[in-house]
Protein backbone atom coordinates (compact mmCIF):
# COMPACT_ATOMS: atom_id res chain seq x y z
CA UNK A 1 0.00 0.00 0.00
CA UNK A 2 2.67 2.49 0.43
CA UNK A 3 2.71 6.29 1.17
CA UNK A 4 0.30 7.00 -1.31
CA UNK A 5 -2.44 5.01 0.48
CA UNK A 6 -5.56 6.68 1.45
CA UNK A 7 -6.83 6.52 5.15
CA UNK A 8 -9.89 4.69 4.57
CA UNK A 9 -8.21 1.76 2.85
CA UNK A 10 -5.67 2.36 5.97
CA UNK A 11 -8.51 1.92 8.50
CA UNK A 12 -9.92 -1.10 6.85
CA UNK A 13 -6.70 -3.17 7.49
CA UNK A 14 -6.83 -1.82 10.78
CA UNK A 15 -10.15 -2.69 11.32
CA UNK A 16 -9.09 -6.46 9.21
CA UNK A 17 -6.64 -6.61 11.49
CA UNK A 18 -8.35 -6.09 15.06
CA UNK A 19 -10.72 -8.81 13.73
CA UNK A 20 -8.69 -11.38 13.23
CA UNK A 21 -7.34 -10.32 16.74
CA UNK A 22 -10.82 -11.00 17.85
CA UNK A 23 -12.16 -8.07 19.12
CA UNK A 24 -15.37 -7.93 19.88
CA UNK A 25 -18.12 -6.23 17.76
CA UNK A 26 -18.88 -2.99 19.26
CA UNK A 27 -14.86 -2.44 19.44
CA UNK A 28 -14.40 -1.93 15.08
CA UNK A 29 -18.04 -0.39 15.60
CA UNK A 30 -16.54 2.41 18.27
CA UNK A 31 -13.40 2.79 16.12
CA UNK A 32 -15.30 3.12 12.31
CA UNK A 33 -17.72 5.98 14.15
CA UNK A 34 -14.92 7.87 15.49
CA UNK A 35 -12.38 7.60 12.71
CA UNK A 36 -15.77 8.63 10.34
CA UNK A 37 -16.48 11.41 12.21
CA UNK A 38 -13.12 12.71 12.90
CA UNK A 39 -12.41 12.18 8.86
CA UNK A 40 -15.23 14.65 8.22
CA UNK A 41 -14.18 17.16 10.53
CA UNK A 42 -11.12 17.17 9.40
CA UNK A 43 -11.31 16.43 5.61
CA UNK A 44 -8.18 14.54 5.68
CA UNK A 45 -7.90 11.70 2.71
CA UNK A 46 -4.29 10.56 1.86
CA UNK A 47 -1.92 9.15 4.90
CA UNK A 48 0.40 11.90 3.99
CA UNK A 49 -1.99 14.08 5.40
CA UNK A 50 -1.82 12.24 8.49
CA UNK A 51 1.21 14.73 10.34
CA UNK A 52 0.97 16.49 14.06
CA UNK A 53 0.64 19.75 12.09
CA UNK A 54 -2.33 18.80 10.26
CA UNK A 55 -3.99 17.01 12.71
CA UNK A 56 -3.62 20.46 15.14
CA UNK A 57 -4.72 22.31 12.08
CA UNK A 58 -7.73 20.61 10.93
CA UNK A 59 -9.25 18.98 14.16
CA UNK A 60 -8.10 21.21 16.66
CA UNK A 61 -7.59 24.56 15.29
CA UNK A 62 -11.23 25.49 14.02
CA UNK A 63 -12.23 25.59 17.09
CA UNK A 64 -15.82 24.21 16.34
CA UNK A 65 -15.23 20.80 18.21
CA UNK A 66 -15.89 21.19 21.32
CA UNK A 67 -13.95 19.69 24.71
CA UNK A 68 -16.03 16.52 25.12
CA UNK A 69 -16.24 15.76 20.97
CA UNK A 70 -12.23 16.25 20.93
CA UNK A 71 -11.71 13.87 24.16
CA UNK A 72 -13.53 11.49 22.31
CA UNK A 73 -11.98 10.90 19.03
CA UNK A 74 -8.90 11.06 21.17
CA UNK A 75 -8.55 7.36 22.63
CA UNK A 76 -9.49 6.48 18.74
CA UNK A 77 -7.17 8.64 17.03
CA UNK A 78 -4.33 7.40 18.87
CA UNK A 79 -5.02 2.96 18.61
CA UNK A 80 -5.70 4.08 15.12
CA UNK A 81 -2.29 5.90 14.77
CA UNK A 82 -0.28 4.12 16.77
CA UNK A 83 -1.52 1.02 14.95
CA UNK A 84 -0.26 2.75 11.28
CA UNK A 85 2.59 3.18 12.79
CA UNK A 86 3.81 -0.15 13.88
CA UNK A 87 2.41 -1.37 10.69
CA UNK A 88 4.84 1.42 8.79
CA UNK A 89 1.96 3.73 7.19
CA UNK A 90 3.65 6.56 8.92
CA UNK A 91 6.96 6.97 10.43
CA UNK A 92 5.66 8.11 13.77
CA UNK A 93 2.25 8.55 15.52
CA UNK A 94 1.07 12.31 14.87
CA UNK A 95 -0.93 11.70 18.51
CA UNK A 96 2.68 11.02 20.17
CA UNK A 97 3.34 14.62 20.69
CA UNK A 98 -0.41 15.49 21.20
CA UNK A 99 -1.66 15.83 24.84
CA UNK A 100 -4.34 13.73 26.35
CA UNK A 101 -8.05 15.17 26.01
CA UNK A 102 -9.86 14.61 28.97
CA UNK A 103 -14.04 15.07 28.62
CA UNK A 104 -15.15 18.35 30.72
CA UNK A 105 -17.00 17.17 33.88
CA UNK A 106 -20.17 18.95 34.57
CA UNK A 107 -20.79 20.31 37.90
CA UNK A 108 -24.05 20.57 39.33
CA UNK A 109 -24.40 23.04 42.07
CA UNK A 110 -27.15 22.65 44.74
CA UNK A 111 -27.60 25.65 47.22
Not at 13 to 36: L, M, V
Request: proline share 9%; glycine share 6%.
Amino acid sequence: MGRTAFLREAFEDFIDDKDYQGATPATPHFNRSNWEHSLRDTGMSPLEELTLPTIRGRLLAPKHLGPNTLATYDPCLRVITNWLEKRGYVEQSPMQDLPMETPMIWASSSD
